[in-house]
């Protein structure tokens, strides 16, 4: 899975134009995913959210407290970490100084 994780705060500055621009890059990096054989699934993340713990809502947003948020998703088929980092590489996010976070899936 490729977590991706941008600025929330710069993300709320972007003129509509930017944020088509973004949506047509990410757009051709899943297509590309796709082409390849790799895509399983992915999302964007909406911005509302809730932060919790057993005890308490600690934020009515997904920020805690930091400026970075996981803003979105992509589930790649790959037969190696690596494979799915060389896909990650090319993410549309490392323009905007974001970044991606690629975690096996467990299987048991």
């Given at each position: 899975m490729i977590l991706?994780?941008?600025d929330a705060t710069a993300m709320t500055h972007m003129s509509e134009a930017e944020i088509q621009g973004d949506i047509q890059e990410y757009t051709a990096w899943v297509e590309e995913i796709g082409k390849a054989g790799n895509y399983v699934s992915g999302d964007p993340l909406d911005p509302?959210?809730?932060y919790i713990t057993k005890d308490a809502i600690h934020?009515?947003?997904p920020f805690i407290e930091s400026?970075?948020?996981v803003t979105g998703y992509i589930l790649v088929q790959a037969d190696t970490i690596d494979q799915a980092v060389s896909i990650a590489?090319?993410?549309p996010v490392f323009k905007n100084g974001g970044a991606?976070?690629?975690r096996p899936v467990m299987k048991y």
């Open positions: 991706i994780r941008e509302e959210g809730r934020s009515d947003g400026k970075e948020a590489k090319k993410c991606v976070e690629v």
